[in-house]
Nanobody
C-alpha cells in the first residue's frame, strides 16, 4: 500500500508561484511514474505533468514553460513548481503514483491540495 500526501497549495495572485510537494510512503517510489493531475469545479480530472522513473517528463500544453515537475528518489517526493500562475490554474491538484509489478498495475492517489489563483 502506498500513501501519498500533498502539500504546498494555497491562495496566490495571478503571476505568482507555488511549489507543490507529494511525499510517498513505501519502497516503490523509485519504480513509479509520478504525476500531477488537477480538477476544477464541475470539470473532469486532467493530467498536468508526469515524470517517469527514468526522469522523462511530460506536460499538458497549457502549462508548458510555466510548470516544472521533478522528483527526489532519496526523499520519496515529487514536486510541481508552478510559475506565472493564471486564474484558470485554480483547481484541486492531486498526486498520482503508478507502477507495474508482476504484470499488475498499481495506481494510487493523494487526497488533493487546493490551488486558488486570484485575478
Amino acid at each position: 500500500q502506498v500513501q501519498l500526501v500533498e502539500s504546498g497549495g494555497g491562495l496566490v495572485q495571478a503571476g505568482g508561484s507555488l511549489r507543490l510537494s507529494c511525499a510517498a510512503s513505501g519502497s516503490t517510489f523509485s519504480m513509479s511514474t509520478m504525476s500531477w493531475y488537477r480538477q476544477a469545479p464541475g470539470k473532469q480530472r486532467d493530467l498536468v505533468a508526469s515524470i517517469s522513473r527514468e526522469g522523462s517528463t511530460n506536460y499538458e500544453d497549457s502549462v508548458k514553460g510555466r510548470f516544472t515537475i521533478s522528483r527526489d528518489n532519496a526523499k520519496n517526493t515529487v514536486y510541481l513548481q508552478m510559475n506565472s500562475l493564471k486564474p484558470e490554474d485554480t483547481a484541486v491538484y492531486y498526486c498520482n503514483a503508478n507502477f507495474t509489478w508482476w504484470n499488475k498495475v498499481y495506481d494510487y492517489w493523494g487526497q488533493g491540495t487546493q490551488v486558488t489563483v486570484s485575478s
